[in-house]
C-alpha cells in the first residue's frame, strides 16, 4: 500500500502564509489522485476543506486554497486566524484505494 | 440536513468483536456510500473501507481485509461497521462519512464512536 507523507507540524504566524504538503511513496500526486485536506480540531470529527485537489465547500473558509505543488498537493492558508491551529490531513485515492496522510499539527504563534 | 448518528462508546474484551452503527437522515441513504475511518488516541486517522448501501457492495482497505464487515440496513437507513478479533491496537475513535461522487465523498462525517478493548 502506497504511504502518504505530510510534515509532521507547522506553526505560522497570525496573519501569516503557510503550505502544507501531501506527498506519495508511488511518485508525483495529480489530480487523479483526487487529493482531499481535512481539517480536525481537538475533540472534533475531521471537516473537509479540500476535495478534488482545489474545490472548495459551503464552508470552507476562502483563506484556504488547494493545488499541486511540483510532485505533491498543497493546502495553503493565507491570512492564518487563530482558529485556524488545528490538525490537517490529506487523502489520496489510488484508482479507488484511499490513504490517508500522517496529518500535520498547524500551530498558529 | 444531512446527519449520521452514531452508537456509543463500548467497551470490549481482547479477542472479541464490535459492531459500531451510523443512522442516517436528510438525503438519500441508497444514492451513497458510507465510509469508514478510525483514530487511535494521539494518532492519525486510518482509513478501513466504504459500503455501498444501494448495492451492498464493499471495500476494504489491505490492513482490514478479513477482519472488518461492513454492512447496511436500508429498511431504517443505518450502516454497520463490525471488527473481530479485538486488540489493544484497536481501541479508537471510528467514524462514519458519507461517500459518493467526488463533490459528496466525505462532506458529512458522524461524531465518532469510542471503542476501548481491555484485556
Known amino acids: 500500500q502506497a504511504v502518504v507523507t505530510q510534515e509532521p507540524s507547522l506553526t505560522v504566524s497570525p496573519g501569516g502564509t503557510v503550505t502544507l504538503t501531501c506527498g506519495s511513496s508511488?511518485?508525483?500526486?495529480?489530480?487523479?489522485?483526487?487529493p482531499y485536506w481535512f481539517q480536525q480540531k481537538p475533540g472534533q470529527a475531521p471537516r473537509t476543506l479540500i476535495y478534488?485537489?482545489?474545490k472548495k465547500h459551503s464552508w470552507t473558509p476562502a483563506r484556504f486554497s488547494g493545488s499541486l505543488l511540483g510532485d505533491k498537493a498543497a493546502l495553503t492558508l493565507s491570512g492564518a486566524q487563530p482558529e485556524d491551529e488545528a490538525d490537517y490531513y490529506c487523502?489520496?485515492?489510488?484508482?479507488?484505494?484511499?490513504?490517508f496522510g500522517g496529518g500535520t499539527k498547524v500551530t498558529v504563534l | 440536513q444531512v446527519q449520521l448518528e452514531q452508537s456509543g462508546a463500548d467497551v470490549q474484551k481482547s479477542g472479541a468483536s464490535v459492531k459500531v452503527s451510523c443512522r442516517a437522515s436528510g438525503y438519500s441513504f441508497t444514492g451513497t456510500y458510507i465510509h469508514w475511518v478510525r483514530q487511535a488516541p494521539t494518532k492519525g486517522l486510518e482509513y478501513m473501507g466504504r459500503?455501498?448501501?444501494?448495492?451492498?457492495?464493499?471495500e476494504y482497505a489491505q490492513k482490514f481485509q478479513g477482519r472488518v464487515t461492513l454492512s447496511t440496513d436500508t429498511s431504517i437507513r443505518t450502516a454497520y461497521m463490525e471488527l473481530q478479533s479485538l486488540t489493544s491496537g484497536d481501541t479508537a475513535i471510528y467514524y462514519c462519512a458519507r461517500g459518493g461522487p467526488v463533490a459528496l465523498d466525505f462532506d458529512y462525517w458522524g461524531l465518532g464512536t469510542l471503542i476501548t478493548v481491555s484485556s
Open positions: 459500503i455501498s448501501p444501494n448495492t451492498g457492495s464493499t
Open positions: 487523502l489520496l485515492s489510488y484508482y479507488g484505494v484511499r490513504v
Open positions: 508511488t511518485g508525483a500526486v495529480t489530480n487523479s489522485h483526487y
Open positions: 478534488d485537489t482545489t
